[in-house]
């Protein structure tokens, strides 16, 4: 199984801020079947960013994915309040399917 | 718009088997797999199985097998997840979720399956 392991676990940063999150996989996953997605509180997760780099339907450019091999990385340019949230990465190359443990992204 | 309606909340008792089911619209059910993933409190995001909604050919996660059946009805674009013999470390919540060529988009609102004598 391809195990994804994301970092930091918490990032506390302010609105404006610039944020980085990592998603490094234990094996090589190829670009077209890596996701960054978002969850709120209550909510499902909402996909962001297919295919390592392609923003999906309604998504803003201040998100941005980028990444190849095992080392993949979602930049939000300038936090905006609904953007603190916890992110999870997905690689759907292989089953089984999995997921980074996420990134809580708090409000400093 | 693409949305997936999930059945409401279940309390099981261990041993039991629930199934939730997962009613699409705003796309051709046929034309896209469905996934189901599960969250249990405190864990990662967990992928249990998926369904070709247009052959009906499945895929399950090691984990559950002999334990998990997925099912579709095409005639009411709706998919089904059956667990069985339930335990307590099944308490989560349960997501169905379109799969396309080569992600997972438009996800169901959960649906709670709590494991409790």
């Known amino acids: 199984e391809n195990v994804l392991t994301q970092s930091p676990g918490t990032l506390s940063l302010s609105p404006g801020d610039r944020a980085t999150l990592s998603c490094r996989a234990s094996?090589?996953?190829?670009?077209?079947?890596l996701a960054w997605y978002q969850q709120k509180p209550g909510q499902a997760p909402r996909l962001l960013i297919y295919a390592t780099s392609n923003r999906a339907t309604g998504i803003p450019d201040r998100f941005t994915g980028s990444g190849s091999g095992t080392d993949f990385t979602l930049t939000i340019s300038r936090l905006e309040p609904e953007d603190f949230a916890v992110y999870f990465c997905?690689?759907?190359?292989?089953?089984?399917?999995?997921f980074g443990q996420g990134t809580m992204l708090e409000i400093k | 718009q693409v949305h997936h309606v999930q059945s409401g909340t279940e309390v099981n008792k261990p041993g039991a088997s629930v199934k939730v089911s997962c009613t699409a619209s705003g796309y051709t059910f046929t034309n896209y797999a469905i996934q189901w993933v599960r969250q249990a409190p405190g864990q990662r995001l967990e992928w249990m199985g998926w369904i070709s909604t247009a052959s009906g050919t499945t895929k399950y996660s090691q984990q559950f097998q002999g334990r998990l059946t997925i099912t579709r009805d095409t005639s009411a674009s709706t998919a089904y997840m059956e667990l069985s013999s339930l335990r307590s470390e099944d308490t989560a919540i349960y997501y169905c979720?379109?799969?396309?060529?080569?992600?997972?988009?438009?996800w169901g609102q959960g649906t709670q399956v709590t494991v409790s004598s």
């Open positions: 094996q090589s996953v190829s670009n077209s079947f």
């Open positions: 997905l690689q759907c190359e292989r089953a089984p399917l999995t």
């Open positions: 979720v379109r799969s396309t060529s080569s992600t997972l988009d438009y």
